[in-house]
């Protein structure tokens, strides 16, 4: 009933930019708070961004002042955009929608930060 598409994920160098994209389907996107996770190897899987459906937004104190999450309800779409980038972000990250019978969550879009 609810898919999420990521995309936007690739290999940059430390210092760069990429902007993610999260399309979601069904209609209940625009009253549902939504949400960036990431996984790197070995490691759990960690909230990095969430945004309400009024705007309101929280981050990681590991992303702040580089991170920005905003929502596009015209488009039913999310987006991360990622700057001043380390190799520490290193990870697959996954767009997550906190509907009201349960959470969705996208296949997850690559991100390495390498030189």
């Known amino acids: 009933q609810v898919q999420l598409v990521e995309s936007g994920g690739g290999l940059v160098q430390p210092g760069g930019s990429l902007r993610l994209s999260c399309a979601a389907s069904?209609?209940?996107?625009?009253?549902?708070?939504m949400g960036w996770y990431r996984q790197a190897p070995g490691k759990q899987r960690e909230l990095v961004a969430t945004?309400?459906?009024?705007?309101?937004?929280n981050y990681a104190d590991s992303v702040k002042g580089r991170f920005t999450i905003s929502r596009d309800s015209a488009k039913n779409t999310v987006y991360l955009q990622m700057n001043s980038l380390k190799p520490d972000d290193t990870a697959v990250y996954y767009c997550?929608?906190?509907?009201?019978?349960?959470?969705?969550w996208g296949q997850g879009t690559q991100v390495t930060v390498s030189s």
């Open positions: 069904g209609s209940i996107f625009s009253i549902s708070p």
């Open positions: 945004i309400s459906p009024g705007g309101i937004t």
């Open positions: 997550n929608l906190n509907g009201v019978l349960g959470r969705y």
